[in-house]
């Protein structure tokens, strides 16, 4: 087994792991422990035209190939779950492991999390696992699948591994996982064929880094999230002269951030948002609430500089921005004046001008602090007039309905509402178009990879490397689960993909629902239910009483009574007409039932509930 060695300048060798890992929407607060199902068709949801990606294609396996590839499990077909790993040889080193929110057409779903089926056939290969940066999209689901993965040693800069601890010890994993803090300026990993350094770079996180991969097939380098940004928040400014020199060295594949890559120019300083936030704090008179994201710890810094420059305290609401503060604050990360954060009971004996309230809920999450506030069912604030909310974040495409509603209920609360289109208060975390260029020009890569989010935004950062430039057939625009193979001078994406099926995290249990559970939900969203209860004498085959119907969601049974007894009237025919064999086949009359009155119920309404026939014998 190879040992773990630490020194500055310090090479770390992965030890191997075990043999045999034993294996919000509470979505503001910490996830909750929950099940995963494998949605195995993604077009087998409401027919929506999504790739498919089935968990039920053939496994493969490109053990011991001498070749390098990559292949992302996660975040190259939507907003967050981002995870991708290398492989040569015998050799597997995965970075990141994050989820996402759910769709709309997964009801009653917490989180979404990477398929790993992959990984966890081959975990006795795996070396580690590297983190760019703590934000959820990037961690979160790894409470979920490491002891899938043999619970192999993850590396990470100081805050992102003080943030997973607390996820982790959530999880009653703190003991089971083994961590290792890097120094991204001096140390250097090796983890089997690869060799490992970082670069810091500018995100909304501190402590994020890029990561360079050394392979034998050449130069790996990951851009992680980032943005340039002269005047950070407690952290160092990203350091091109440092890309200019690993470009130099000269680099096989560069992996490059694409969330920003529509947008023209550069990105906006935190440091601006800073001033107009303290603007917009001096001339309110009111209480102020402001909902960021919970990891977004630079915009937490300034949320609390500011409070404290305006003479204000300042509570806070939601278990997770609660338990980042804690954290934050814990490493160094996070500078809190004496005394200005107060707990909410004692926030309710300020004066409104003297008071700001920080919480989650910039997504309209439905468990979060400020859409309970909204609702005014919070247990210790109700939004009124003369109240200013802020929302100090961009809406991540899908949720923009829950936003509105939110948005909706505060004005009716008499509640000011300012967000980022109305006034500099949020600034993105990714680089935009001419720092996008600025990067592809530093580190000069033969092939570039457009890595996160659609197909659309990586295909416009494909589009900016070929105003470089840069030869089309070297910009690899591709799918999760597609595995690109660099042999020599060439790259190819293999016919052969790796499962990439939507995991969905929900509830208590474990593995107890599955894809038709989740279609029964959707068709009880959309058509309600119609039960149907039937007494049958089991020696007669008789029914004993007129048959019980129960309506959920489909009609209100005192205004439809016509059409309940007509329902009955058809179940008892339709029951009559098909015992044909005693004794009765009730499998074969409940499947009559269902199907038949599906159809009946259809015509009379022309709405199909979720017919539920239930027989029993007496």
């Known amino acids: 087994m190879a040992q773990t060695s630490v020194q500055r300048q310090t090479v770390y060798h992965a030890a191997?792991?075990?043999?045999?890992?034993?294996?919000?929407?509470?979505?503001?607060?910490?996830?909750?422990?929950?099940?995963?199902?494998?949605?195995?068709?993604?077009?087998?949801?409401?027919?929506?035209?999504?790739?498919?990606?089935?968990?039920?294609?053939?496994?493969?396996?490109?053990?011991?190939?001498?070749?390098?590839?990559?292949?992302?499990?996660?975040?190259?077909?939507?907003?967050?779950?981002?995870?991708?790993?290398?492989?040569?040889?015998?050799?597997i080193m995965v970075i990141d492991a994050g989820f996402s929110f759910p769709s709309d057409d997964m009801p009653g779903v917490d989180y979404v999390i990477p398929d790993v089926s992959y990984l966890?056939?081959?975990?006795?290969?795996?070396?580690?696992?590297?983190?760019?940066?703590?934000?959820?999209?990037?961690?979160?689901?790894?409470?979920?699948?490491?002891?899938?993965?043999?619970?192999?040693?993850?590396?990470?800069?100081?805050?992102?591994?003080g943030l997973l601890k607390d996820k982790l010890t959530e999880f009653g994993l703190a003991n089971k996982v083994k961590t290792v803090v890097i120094n991204p300026e001096k140390d250097k990993l090796t983890l089997g064929i690869f060799k490992v350094s970082f670069f810091r770079v500018n995100h909304n996180i501190p402590d994020t880094v890029g990561i360079v991969i050394d392979t034998p097939a050449g130069k790996v380098v990951h851009t992680a999230d980032f943005k340039f940004d002269l005047t950070p928040i407690n952290e160092p400014v990203i350091d091109l002269g440092q890309l200019a020199?690993?470009?130099?060295?000269?680099?096989?594949?560069?992996?490059?951030?694409?969330?920003?890559?529509?947008?023209?120019?550069?990105?906006?300083?935190?440091?601006?948002?800073?001033?107009?936030?303290?603007?917009?704090?001096a001339r309110t008179r009111g209480r102020i609430f402001i909902a960021s994201f919970s990891t977004l710890i630079s915009r937490i810094q300034q949320i609390i500089d500011v409070t404290?420059?305006?003479?204000?305290?300042?509570?806070?609401?939601?278990?997770?921005?609660?338990?980042?503060?804690?954290?934050?604050?814990?490493?160094?990360?996070?500078?809190?004046?004496?005394?200005?954060?107060?707990?909410?009971?004692?926030?309710?004996?300020?004066?409104?001008?003297?008071?700001?309230?920080?919480s989650t809920g910039t997504q309209g999450e439905d468990s979060s602090a400020l859409t309970r506030m909204s609702r005014g069912d919070h247990r210790f604030f109700?939004?009124?007039?003369?109240?200013?909310?802020?929302?100090?974040?961009?809406?991540?495409?899908?949720?923009?309905?829950?936003?509105?509603?939110?948005?909706?209920?505060?004005?009716?609360?008499?509640?000011?509402?300012?967000?980022?289109?109305?006034?500099?208060?949020?600034?993105?975390?990714?680089a935009h178009q001419e720092e996008l260029k600025t990067v592809m020009r530093l580190i000069n890569p033969k092939f570039i990879i457009p890595v996160h989010v659609n197909r659309y935004m990586r295909q416009a950062n494909a589009d900016l490397g070929k105003s470089l430039g840069i030869k089309e057939e070297n910009l690899m625009v591709v799918d999760n689960g597609e595995v690109l193979e660099f042999s020599g001078d060439k790259c190819e994406a293999l016919k052969q993909k790796v499962p990439t099926s939507y995991v969905l995290v929900d509830g208590l249990g474990v593995g107890d629902v599955g894809n038709i559970v989740l279609r029964d939900r959707q068709a009880m969203a959309e058509g309600g239910i119609f039960v149907v209860i039937l007494t049958v004498d089991h020696r007669t085959g008789e029914i004993v009483t007129s048959p019980d119907i129960i309506s959920r969601g489909f009609v209100y049974m005192r205004a439809a009574e016509n059409l309940i007894h007509r329902a009955r009237q058809e179940v008892k025919s339709l029951f009559r007409r098909h015992i044909v064999n005693k004794p009765v086949d009730l499998q074969y009359i409940k499947s009559i039932i269902r199907e038949e009155m599906g159809e009946f119920l259809f015509n009379e309404t022309k709405r199909r509930p979720m017919v539920i026939p239930v027989i029993i014998e007496v």
């Open 308 to 358: 404290a420059d305006t003479s204000r305290k300042l509570t806070v609401t939601g278990r997770s921005i609660l338990s980042s503060i804690e954290v934050a604050s814990k490493l160094g990360y996070l500078k809190v004046p004496e005394g200005l954060i107060i707990n909410n009971q004692k926030s309710a004996h300020l004066p409104d001008d003297k008071l700001v309230v920080l």
């Open 245 to 281: 020199e690993i470009g130099k060295e000269g680099v096989l594949a560069l992996l490059i951030d694409s969330t920003g890559s529509r947008n023209p120019g550069y990105a906006i300083s935190e440091s601006e948002i800073k001033a107009n936030m303290k603007e917009l704090f």
């Open 382 to 430: 109700k939004i009124k007039k003369g109240d200013t909310v802020i929302l100090s974040s961009s809406i991540i495409p899908g949720n923009e309905a829950d936003v509105v509603e939110v948005y909706d209920n505060l004005l009716r609360s008499g509640a000011k509402v300012v967000d980022y289109k109305q006034m500099d208060i949020h600034t993105s975390g990714h």
């Open 16 to 91: 191997l792991p075990k043999n045999n890992g034993n294996g919000n929407r509470d979505k503001t607060s910490r996830p909750r422990r929950g099940s995963f199902f494998v949605r195995q068709n993604k077009n087998g949801v409401n027919n929506k035209p999504r790739r498919d990606t089935t968990g039920s294609q053939e496994r493969v396996t490109f053990k011991a190939s001498k070749t390098l590839k990559i292949c992302h499990l996660g975040g190259l077909e939507e907003v967050g779950r981002n995870m991708s790993y290398l492989e040569y040889g015998n050799d």
């Open 120 to 161: 966890q056939d081959n975990r006795q290969r795996i070396k580690a696992i590297v983190l760019t940066h703590g934000h959820m999209d990037h961690i979160g689901a790894i409470p979920y699948i490491i002891n899938k993965l043999g619970n192999p040693t993850i590396y990470g800069t100081n805050l992102t591994i």
